[in-house]
Every structure is written in C-alpha cells, then in structure tokens.
C-alpha cells in the first residue's frame, strides 16, 4: 500500500462515518452518549491510519536515502580512490596496495602488528630517512588521501546520522568499503593523531568497526584447495608468497 493509496482510503473511511452518523441520528435517533461513544472509535481509526502513514513515509524515506547513499559511494567514493590509486602508482610504479586491519585503531598498534604493510603506506607520503636531515613529506600524495578522507567521512556521516547502517541493501559494499579504509589506514591515522591530533574521521572508523564484523573473510586460495583445484603443498607456498608481497 503506497502513500497515496493511504490518503484514498482515508478519506473513504472518514466519508462512511460521516454517512453511517447521519443514518444513526436520524433513523435510529442515537442520543448523545452513544454520538459520543462512535467518536472516540471513529478518533482511534484515524490514529490507526495516521501512525501507518507516518511508519510507511519513514521506510520510504529510509529506502531513498540507502540509495542516494550507495550511488554516493559507488559514483564517487571508488571513483575518487581511484584516481588517489593511480596518482600514486604514476609516481611509485613499484607500489604495492596492502592492508591493515584495525581492530585497534591506535598508530601504535598497527605499527607494532603490522610493520610490513605500516611501512608501504607511510612510505607513500613520508619517509624520514629519505632527505635527510630534513624530513621528506610528498605534500600532494597526502592532500589526495585528505580529500578522499573528507569524502568518506561525508559518507560515513550520511550512513550514521540517518540510521541506515543496518540496511540490507548496504551488504554489497560492505568488503568494498572495508577494503578501502583498511587500505588507507596509515594515511588516516596518521592525519588524525600526528598532524592533527584530534578525533578527525571518527565516524569512518565507526562505520568500518560495524561493518568490519559483517564482511565475509573467504580465502580465495584456501577454496582453490577445498575444490581441489591445487594440492596442500601449492596452497602453502602461495600462502607464503603472498605473506612475502603483502605482509599477510
């Protein structure tokens, strides 16, 4: 039942009380307390339709703004990584994309856990070592990761303020988002605890730690296996290689 069929059947609703109280009054002559006793129902119906209405108009509002989202982060989240992707990889060709989970999401911790993929991100925008003394920063490799940032705590704002971070529809960027901010990991931390040293891109990370639990962690080489597509050993080695170019 769509909004404007909800609006017919109201005024339908109201047309036949009215017709029905006429009836009553004047052919079966009702007196006051029974008149009475009609309007409190007739006052309980049109709560009854007015709370369906206002339940239906707030899903509907909901479906609208899950879609205005998605499209958000399909026509310009991943287009605007992309481009970051590419700016990058013009400027390093050897660069490797890595990931860093962020269970603990302290500079710290992911440091300590996971040095490896630490040091390929940080290397992207800062090495201390590289013009030394003086510290070597490539200022448009970090503006680029700041704008996408900004970009994907615009997002995260829009998910987390309008209460439509449960949404099914949401299930198919779920990995796609995750990915993304755990490939940016560094880049966001770094901003938010070295440079700036506030609270900047919380709401990212509160939309990653939700939707970080409900990402499907599949092995891709771990399948190959179980279908018997390569042998214990061959999965082992490739497990191995990939630990040696990705550091996981």
Do not use: C
Request: zero cysteines.
């Amino acid at each position: 039942m769509n909004y404007k069929k909800i609006k017919l059947f109201s005024v339908i609703l109201l047309t036949v009380f009215t017709s029905f109280l006429v009836y009553l009054v004047v052919f079966l002559k009702f007196g006051l307390n029974e008149i009475q006793s009609l309007f409190s129902i007739a006052g309980s119906l049109s709560i009854g339709v007015a709370l369906l209405t206002y339940f239906y108009k707030k899903k509907q509002d909901e479906l609208f703004a899950t879609i205005d989202q998605i499209t958000f982060f399909r026509e310009k989240i991943i287009l605007e990584w992309d481009e970051v992707q590419r700016y990058i990889k013009e400027r390093n060709p050897g660069f490797i994309s890595s990931r860093i989970s962020l269970q603990n999401q302290t500079i710290d911790f992911i440091r300590k856990e996971f040095s490896v993929n630490f040091n390929r991100q940080l290397a992207i925008f800062f090495d201390a070592e590289k013009n030394y003394p003086d510290i070597w920063m490539d200022g448009t490799v970090l503006d680029k990761h700041i704008l996408f940032l900004n970009m994907l705590e615009e997002f995260s704002l829009k998910v987390i303020y309008s209460k439509t971070d449960e949404n099914p529809a949401f299930e198919s960027i779920h990995n796609t988002f995750v990915e993304i901010v755990e490939k940016n990991a560094v880049a966001l931390l770094f901003m938010r605890e070295v440079k700036a040293g506030n609270q900047i891109y919380s709401t990212i990370l509160s939309l990653y730690k939700s939707w970080q639990k409900k990402t499907d962690k599949v092995s891709f080489i771990k399948n190959l296996e179980s279908f018997g597509f390569i042998t214990k050993k061959q999965k082992e080695t490739l497990y191995n290689k990939r630990k040696e170019k990705f550091g996981f």
